[in-house]
């Protein structure tokens, strides 16, 4: 067994293939054996495109080059595009990213070529002062209903807030240029998601929530009968089905509202014990029945919209995914109402599940490759019971392939932390290989280890494979991703832990965490660091000042000043950490105690910053008072802006940049030189680091 120091293996991986295997699926769609998808491209500057695959396996791209369906409504976008199910079968509706308008895209003519785009909503006043998200057909294919973000009046002038709205527009295109055939169709909250229309055109049930509530704290169900007899389209009989404010009585996270063919009408709801279940609506009382009752999580925190976990099919069964003992099962609920689980190996991870005739669609995901799109047909049995058969992938991971026992694979660890807690996280040991033969370190060496923070703070890790996580692990590195209290997939309860409580909780977690990893004797206490971005980045920056767990850090984008991201963060965040922290400016000297710059003299460990220029949910200012406090401590730090960088980093030359000087970085901290090319970097008071 060939033995080398840890961090310094031979990798399979390289900085480029996480270009290369950013080529993976998003978001599908399924209409009369057709199978659409999107799909990331780093190395064109981070644009989504999208294809279609005919039942011949012939695949078309359907936008032109260079046009990126992607939107901007709440900034982390989701839901930029749909395909009409119905009389306009085959025709694509996105929202460009230049200039957020809204267009269509025919089916292809003989030639198996689609149109050039055309929009289909008016020019704003200003650049991108209207937005688009989230849309579907009527029956008849004659109307758009979807959600509007408008960030201009009527005399273009800006809104001090963007105006959230369900609206309804013509599919022709006549409303682009005539902006008064757009319609208001409900509005009156601060925000609106999920607008479905029945299936018969008659209704459209959707989601609201008003501040200081996040989608996942309380949310309320709304219904309106859709009336087409006027000039211009209208809800009338609007009522809430289901959910109430924060703080009232029967408040609750209500998510995914969708119809099955023959009417009825779902949602996923937390109101069960605070699990994200799904449910039925009864929609004459509102009342929830739940088609799934046990402590499992049908989807995740509403970060973006389009998100999709379940799906119906013609003969009355209701579909089902979520994540189990780092697998997944698919559940059909048949129309009596009987439950037949299905675990779906080898997938760990299922999202965007669509339905089309005797199939479905998803998203799948692996734990020793990328994502891919798959179908899964439907096999009724002699006795009538209905069974899910994978057919295969539709369309393949596009990244790399790692050798035989080159990958590492996610394990499920529960530990004590502060306060008698127990936290969550998924562990990935070292593992590589050299000429086919299993990887080790030095005779009584134990790794170096990253732990990962992930971000929202509202959100999850995930064990499906992850090529960044595996630049790691292949050399020799552990990488620990926390699931720290605030995660999903765990319960509401879990969920709340960070309630008043972000900077103290997912600190804890995570050096609990380390500790626990090393008194397992699975990482070395000596060689920690820690890495994460935006919410993540803020502990990152708050463990290093206020902990001495950790002795290396990397904030990518990462908060450093509440105060200044409560004043200066957009709408759909503007009143997130009244919940995390308080209400500002009534808690002002929470918020103070609670940020890192605070803490600045607390800096002591090398730290390496990385921030997009034009970032408007973190900005880059909060990275530069980081920089200026690591400077004024003389403590050894590297800071790299990359322009033309949003929240998150989607341009090529940036992501292989930002990995590479972040592994350079660890070996100059940790005293060791990685294998291959090693990038160099200016780092600030060079000299006080080892080697």
């Not at 730090?637 to 970085?665: C, D």
Request: charged share 20%; aromatic share 8%; proline share 8%.
């Amino acid at each position: 067994m060939p033995v080398l120091p840890y961090g310094t293996w031979p990798s399979p991986v390289d900085a480029q293939m996480l270009v290369s295997g950013g080529v993976e699926p998003r978001e599908t769609w399924a209409v009369a054996g057709v199978t659409w998808w999107s799909e990331s491209r780093p190395a064109e500057g981070g644009r989504i495109a999208l294809l279609r695959r005919d039942a011949d396996s012939t695949v078309t791209e359907v936008l032109p080059a260079g046009v990126n369906a992607r939107t901007r409504v709440h900034e982390y976008g989701g839901g930029a595009w749909w395909v009409d199910a119905g009389a306009r079968a085959g025709t694509v509706f996105f929202t460009s990213w230049a200039d957020q308008r809204l267009y269509r895209v025919d089916p292809p003519g003989a030639d198996g070529v689609h149109p050039a785009p055309v929009p289909v909503t008016p020019e704003p006043l200003t650049q991108q002062g209207f937005r688009w998200t989230d849309g579907r057909l009527t029956p008849d294919g004659a109307l758009v209903v979807c959600v509007r973000e408008r960030h201009e009046d009527a005399a273009g002038a800006p809104l001090a807030e963007a105006v959230n709205e369900v609206v309804a527009l013509p599919a022709d295109g006549s409303a682009a240029d005539d902006a008064a055939q757009v319609a208001v169709l409900a509005g009156g909250h601060d925000f609106v998601a999920a607008p479905r229309v029945s299936p018969d055109g008659g209704h459209v049930a959707w989601v609201a929530w008003d501040h200081p509530s996040m989608p996942w704290d309380a949310t309320v169900l709304r219904l309106g009968t859709l009336d087409r007899s006027g000039p211009l389209p209208a809800l009338t009989d609007v009522r809430t089905l289901a959910g109430a404010g924060l703080g009232e009585p029967g408040e609750q996270s209500l998510m995914e509202p969708d119809w099955t063919p023959d009417g009825r009408l779902l949602v996923v709801s937390d109101a069960r014990g605070g699990w994200w279940n799904l449910h039925s609506v009864d929609l004459a009382t509102g009342a929830l029945t739940p088609l799934h009752a046990d402590d499992h999580e049908v989807g995740g925190p509403a970060w973006v919209f389009g998100n999709a976990h379940h799906a119906s099919t013609p003969d009355g069964s209701v579909w089902l995914a979520y994540g189990e003992d780092g697998g997944v099962t698919l559940r059909r609920v048949g129309p009596d109402g009987s439950g037949q689980d299905h675990h779906v190996s080898p997938w760990v991870g299922l999202g965007s599940l669509r339905a089309d005739g005797d199939r479905l669609v998803a998203v799948a995901g692996f734990a020793d490759r990328g994502t891919e799109v798959v179908e899964i047909g439907l096999s009724r049995s002699g006795t009538g019971e209905v069974s899910p058969v994978e057919r295969g992938a539709l369309v393949t991971a596009q990244g790399v392939r790692l050798p035989e026992g080159a990958v590492s694979h996610a394990r499920h660890v529960s530990f004590p932390s502060r306060g008698g807690r127990t936290a969550h996280a998924w562990f990935y040991p070292p593992t590589g290989v050299v000429d086919g033969e299993p990887l080790t370190g030095l005779d009584g060496e134990r790794p170096p280890v990253v732990v990962h923070v992930h971000g929202g703070p509202t959100g999850a890790a995930r064990p499906v494979f992850d090529l960044e996580t595996q630049y790691w692990t292949s050399r020799g590195f552990a990488v620990v991703d926390v699931d720290y209290g605030g995660s999903t997939g765990y319960g509401r309860a879990y969920r709340e832990l960070l309630k008043d409580a972000w900077g103290i909780v997912d600190v804890e977690d995570c050096a609990a965490a380390v500790e626990h990893l090393a008194a397992q004797g699975l990482a070395d206490a000596d060689r920690t660091a820690i890495s994460g971005g935006s919410a993540g980045g803020y502990t990152v920056l708050l463990s290093l000042a206020t902990t001495d767990v950790f002795r290396a850090g990397a904030s990518h984008y990462g908060v450093s000043d509440l105060a200044a991201l409560a004043k200066e963060t957009h709408k759909f965040e503007s009143r997130y950490l009244d919940g995390l922290v308080g209400p500002y400016p009534e808690r002002a000297d929470v918020y103070e105690a609670r940020s890192p710059l605070t803490h600045a003299k607390g800096f002591r460990a090398p730290l390496i910053v990385l921030q997009g220029l034009e970032d408007e949910v973190v900005p880059p200012a909060q990275a530069e008072a980081v920089v200026a406090a690591l400077a004024a401590n003389g403590v050894p730090h590297v800071y790299l802006p990359f322009p033309g960088e949003q929240h998150g980093f989607r341009i090529a030359e940036n992501i292989v940049t930002a990995v590479e000087s972040e592994l350079a970085f660890y070996g100059r901290v940790f005293g060791f030189r990685p294998a291959g090319d090693v990038r160099e970097l200016d780092i600030v008071f060079a000299d006080k680091l080892p080697g």
